[in-house]
């Protein structure tokens, strides 16, 4: 089994290249990778096992591969497969194809990593690799957009390597157990590159615009999964060190309130999506316990609504109220609709009962109000007009169904939610949040300021939250 492990997070990289050397056939290696990467992680849940890898000491590598791992890996293979199918009849260069797999083997790396240095390679990689995607189409504003990113993703992971350095100093190891004994400024700084890399709080209001502005596949990639490679770390140090959990939680409760608050209001579909999946993003840390099996419904989702979106006539909400949609896009449309707002049938349900089952009594009134937030935003889409006339890539409908089919398979996940009581509560909570939507929210015209988005705040706002972590966070947990 380590054997395998160690080949399956060599292949991604070792076939990235090997595309430029082979580029007729781009699109077949990398599929070839992301089937490589759904029996991996499928065998993780039916062997019910764990694997745990020390290489070269205590300044080597540390592998942590385990169920919650098998989804994340789940979810990072899906939703790259569905982004080469949506991409096989276009004109995708074969720099593409390696980049798009070197971004799903980084990503991947970060998933099983269990100490802080390798995981700062990871991330740095993703980082790198994703940057390229985003400023793919050599525009201008493509371009910019990257180096955004690029710079803040830099500047949060510089942030985490100094942290790194003085968990080592206190544990002699860069181990995640070492945070037991960290000194609070060694958490302060490492958390403060997590949540900027996975698009958390305020420390992630650089996602709207980066994820709205990329390309149709790029935006797919970056909310289904390469924000949940700073998200994953969070998750696992919950899981690992008791007095980590409750300021994951509270964080979890802070992200999912600010992100469905903006999404509430935004106009623009593919900014409504991307806030949507910072809202979404805390919903996983809120129960770090289920959080893997969230990512994997969030994933699978956010990519088919982001697939979608780029298929709609327009990205404003008010022309697409006097757009007729093609049915099937519509239909595809609701059916994620429904399956993010928790509607039965589809995993978002089981997903949404799991959580709230294993949140903190202090939690439930906050994440109720997050789920009927999520259920008004996608009344938007719900109820745009229908029967019009379809136009979209060759390529699309093979993705949107892989993934809307993944999103129904999940449901054996956890079936044990389909109970009177609980099917009772998330359909009150979607008929509330459609109601809302018919007598306020369609008519209410509220323009957000986005002075928090401008770049030269979002370094600001890093300082702050690394106040912030140090005095009342940590510092208040006596940790």
């Given at each position: 089994m380590s054997t395998i492990t160690?080949?399956?997070?060599?292949?991604?990289?070792?076939?990235?290249?090997?595309i430029y050397l082979l580029p007729k056939l781009d699109k077949y290696i990398a599929m070839c990778v992301c089937?490589?990467?759904?029996?991996?992680?499928?065998?993780?849940?039916?062997?019910?096992?764990?694997?745990?890898l020390k290489l070269l000491d205590n300044f080597g590598v540390i592998l942590a591969i385990d169920q919650i791992s098998g989804y994340f890996i789940l979810t990072n293979a899906l939703v790259t497969a569905a982004v080469i199918l949506y991409c096989w009849h276009s004109d995708k260069t074969a720099f593409f194809y390696a980049q798009t797999i070197i971004l799903h083997g980084s990503v991947n790396a970060a998933f099983v990593c269990a100490?802080?240095?390798?995981?700062?390679?990871?991330?740095?990689?993703?980082?790198?690799?994703?940057?390229?995607?985003?400023?793919?189409?050599?525009?201008?504003?493509?371009?910019?957009?990257?180096?955004?990113?690029?710079?803040?993703?830099?500047?949060a992971m510089l942030f985490y390597l100094v942290g790194a350095v003085l968990v080592y100093q206190a544990d002699h190891s860069f181990s995640f157990a070492g945070l037991r004994v960290a000194p609070?400024?060694?958490?302060a700084l490492i958390f403060l590159?997590?949540?900027?890399?996975?698009?958390?709080?305020?420390?992630?209001?650089?996602?709207?615009?980066?994820?709205?502005?990329?390309?149709?596949?790029?935006s797919a990639m970056l909310s289904g999964v390469v924000v949940k490679a700073g998200v994953y770390p969070l998750v696992r140090c919950a899981l690992m060190v008791d007095e980590i959990d409750p300021m994951v939680r509270t964080l979890g409760v802070c992200t999912a309130l600010l992100g469905v608050f903006y999404a509430v209001f935004e106009k623009d579909t593919k900014r409504m999506l991307a806030f949507h999946t910072v809202s979404q993003l805390g919903f996983i840390l809120a129960a770090p316990k289920v959080g893997g099996f969230y990512a994997l419904t969030h994933g699978l989702v956010k990519a088919v609504l982001f697939l979608i979106a780029g298929a709609l006539p327009s990205r404003n909400f008010k022309e697409l109220q006097h757009q007729a949609i093609a049915t099937p896009v519509w239909i595809a449309l609701v059916m994620a609709s429904f399956s993010i707002s928790g509607f039965p049938l589809l995993s978002g349900f089981g997903a949404k009962v799991l959580t709230t089952k294993n949140l903190l009594?202090?939690?439930?009134?906050?994440?109720n109000v997050a789920a009927l937030g999520t259920a008004i935003s996608f009344a938007k889409f719900i109820f745009l007009p229908r029967g019009g006339n379809a136009n979209v890539k060759p390529g699309f409908w093979g993705a949107v169904i892989l993934l809307i089919g993944g999103l129904v398979v999940a449901n054996i996940v956890y079936y044990e939610a389909y109970t009177y009581e609980n099917i009772i509560k998330p359909l009150a909570t979607i008929g509330i949040g459609w109601l809302a939507y018919w007598l306020i929210f369609k008519r209410l015209a509220l323009k957000l300021p986005r002075v928090l988005e401008q770049f030269d705040h979002l370094i600001g706002v890093m300082s702050l939250i690394l106040i912030l972590l140090f005095w009342k966070g940590f510092a208040w947990l006596g940790i």
């Amino acid at each position: 089994m380590s054997t395998i492990t160690i080949v399956w997070i060599a292949l991604p990289f070792f076939f990235g290249f090997l595309i430029y050397l082979l580029p007729k056939l781009d699109k077949y290696i990398a599929m070839c990778v992301c089937l490589a990467s759904v029996a991996y992680g499928l065998q993780l849940f039916f062997n019910q096992s764990s694997l745990t890898l020390k290489l070269l000491d205590n300044f080597g590598v540390i592998l942590a591969i385990d169920q919650i791992s098998g989804y994340f890996i789940l979810t990072n293979a899906l939703v790259t497969a569905a982004v080469i199918l949506y991409c096989w009849h276009s004109d995708k260069t074969a720099f593409f194809y390696a980049q798009t797999i070197i971004l799903h083997g980084s990503v991947n790396a970060a998933f099983v990593c269990a100490d802080l240095i390798s995981l700062y390679v990871a991330l740095e990689v993703s980082g790198i690799a994703a940057f390229l995607l985003i400023a793919y189409p050599r525009s201008d504003r493509s371009i910019w957009v990257g180096l955004r990113y690029l710079f803040i993703s830099n500047v949060a992971m510089l942030f985490y390597l100094v942290g790194a350095v003085l968990v080592y100093q206190a544990d002699h190891s860069f181990s995640f157990a070492g945070l037991r004994v960290a000194p609070t400024e060694a958490l302060a700084l490492i958390f403060l590159g997590l949540l900027t890399k996975g698009g958390i709080f305020v420390s992630g209001l650089w996602l709207p615009l980066t994820h709205s502005e990329s390309e149709t596949p790029v935006s797919a990639m970056l909310s289904g999964v390469v924000v949940k490679a700073g998200v994953y770390p969070l998750v696992r140090c919950a899981l690992m060190v008791d007095e980590i959990d409750p300021m994951v939680r509270t964080l979890g409760v802070c992200t999912a309130l600010l992100g469905v608050f903006y999404a509430v209001f935004e106009k623009d579909t593919k900014r409504m999506l991307a806030f949507h999946t910072v809202s979404q993003l805390g919903f996983i840390l809120a129960a770090p316990k289920v959080g893997g099996f969230y990512a994997l419904t969030h994933g699978l989702v956010k990519a088919v609504l982001f697939l979608i979106a780029g298929a709609l006539p327009s990205r404003n909400f008010k022309e697409l109220q006097h757009q007729a949609i093609a049915t099937p896009v519509w239909i595809a449309l609701v059916m994620a609709s429904f399956s993010i707002s928790g509607f039965p049938l589809l995993s978002g349900f089981g997903a949404k009962v799991l959580t709230t089952k294993n949140l903190l009594p202090w939690q439930a009134i906050a994440m109720n109000v997050a789920a009927l937030g999520t259920a008004i935003s996608f009344a938007k889409f719900i109820f745009l007009p229908r029967g019009g006339n379809a136009n979209v890539k060759p390529g699309f409908w093979g993705a949107v169904i892989l993934l809307i089919g993944g999103l129904v398979v999940a449901n054996i996940v956890y079936y044990e939610a389909y109970t009177y009581e609980n099917i009772i509560k998330p359909l009150a909570t979607i008929g509330i949040g459609w109601l809302a939507y018919w007598l306020i929210f369609k008519r209410l015209a509220l323009k957000l300021p986005r002075v928090l988005e401008q770049f030269d705040h979002l370094i600001g706002v890093m300082s702050l939250i690394l106040i912030l972590l140090f005095w009342k966070g940590f510092a208040w947990l006596g940790i």
